[in-house]
T-cell receptor, first 115, second 110 residues
Framework: EAGVAQSPRYKIIEKRQSVAFWCNPI?????LYWYQQILGQGPKLLIQ????????DSQLPKDRFSAERLKGVDSTLKIQPAKLEDSAVYLC?????????????FGSGTRLTVV | GENVEQHPSTLSVQEGDSAVIKCTYS??????FPWYKQELGKGPQLIID???NVGEKKDQRIAVTLNKTAKHFSLHITETQPEDSAVYFC?????????WGAGTKLIIKP
């Protein structure tokens, strides 16, 4: 099966600019996650979708971050305006369903550098 | 809430030797424990997992053990090879969420 697709792979922007990331999960996977991974740290969950509904966005900085999954398939994560501390790898992952006890499949991530 | 501690943060072993990474969790309701391997420039990849009703699981050179009483689980890699060099993350599932450890950088010395 095809993996989780993410684009772009790399992005460099200036602070206060906006940026958007795209993710296409594995076909049939109902649950989609966006994670932020700062260099040297473990992944931090930003938002979790079940189909096109938000399950958990408690750690999403909602004053600058937004995410949507309108048709329950692909998703976009946006940052506006970006800050220096947003420099990180943004990982998208998917799993079969929220209630399924199985692992997540991750994409390769988008490395964001804010200068 | 759930907390997962992972040790050591860095592990250096001779090629061919075994490597063991340990994690402890705090919430006894956790029911699923995956291990991920992350190579440079890539996303984490699931390498093995164990559910709370199982004590041990093996897949070739990789094994995971779970001690529910002590609330800890471990990753064992035998006959280590250069391609095992990576960062390894443990995680514990509670209430549909994965709580992650901080990661272990495994270095395989030739």
């Amino acid at each position: 099966e095809a993996g989780v697709a993410q684009s772009p792979r790399y992005k460099i922007i200036e602070k206060r600019q906006s940026v958007a990331f795209w993710c296409n999960p594995i076909s049939g996977h109902a649950t989609l996650y966006w994670y932020q991974q700062i260099l040297g740290q473990g992944p931090k969950l930003l938002i979790q979708f079940q189909n096109n509904g938000v399950v958990d966005d408690s750690q999403l900085p909602k004053d600058r971050f937004s995410a949507e999954r309108l048709k329950g398939v692909d998703s976009t994560l946006k940052i506006q305006p970006a800050k220096l501390e947003d420099s990180a790898v943004y990982l998208c992952a998917s799993s079969r369903a929220q209630g399924a006890i199985d692992g997540y499949t991750f994409g390769s991530g988008t490395r964001l550098t804010v200068v | 809430g759930e907390n997962v501690e992972q040790h050591p943060s860095t592990l250096s072993v001779q090629e061919g030797d075994s490597a063991v990474i340990k994690c402890t969790y705090s919430d006894s309701a956790s029911n699923y424990f995956p291990w991920y391997k992350q190579e440079l420039g890539k996303g984490p990849q699931l390498i093995i997992d164990i559910r709370s009703n199982v004590g041990e699981k093996k897949d070739q050179r990789i094994a995971v053990t779970l001690n529910k009483t002590a609330k800890h689980f471990s990753l064992h890699i035998t006959e280590t090879q250069p391609e095992d060099s990576a960062v390894y993350f443990c995680a514990a599932r509670i209430n549909y969420q994965l709580i992650w450890g901080a990661g272990t950088k495994l270095i395989i010395k030739p």
